[in-house]
Nanobody
């Protein structure tokens, strides 16, 4: 099992910044992807950004050039620096962990979610 503990959500005005953090613990894999998804009211959960253990990153088009994902390998922690926030960024943000284990099996885990609200 993998446990994910998120922090950093909150209320911010449009144009402001927030940083989300997510610390992973438990049975971690050396080959893994961590990242963030979000879900706004009435909408499906969508990818925000991910980063692999080799530091390869992927971003949703809607957040490119505004959000930056990074990770601290020693702390098994992933960060999402969000800048130039817009009201449409308002959502519950979920931390995500995907690890490759024995015989190529993939296991995915989710955090509890942290609310980000951007006021106009």
């Amino acid at each position: 099992q993998v446990q994910l503990v998120e922090s950093g959500g909150g209320l911010v005005q449009a144009g402001g910044s927030l940083r989300l953090s997510c610390a992973a613990s438990g049975t971690l894999s050396a080959i893994n992807t961590m990242g963030w998804y979000r879900q706004a009211p009435g909408k499906e959960r969508e990818l925000v950004a991910t980063i692999t253990n080799t530091r390869r990153t992927k971003y949703a088009d809607s957040v490119k050039d505004r959000f930056t994902i990074s990770r601290d390998g020693d702390k098994n922690t992933v960060y999402l620096q969000m800048s130039s926030l817009k009201p449409e960024d308002t959502a519950v943000y979920y931390c995500y962990y995907s690890g490759s284990y024995y015989y190529g099996s993939i296991r995915q885990y989710w955090g509890q979610g942290t609310q980000v609200t951007v006021s106009s």
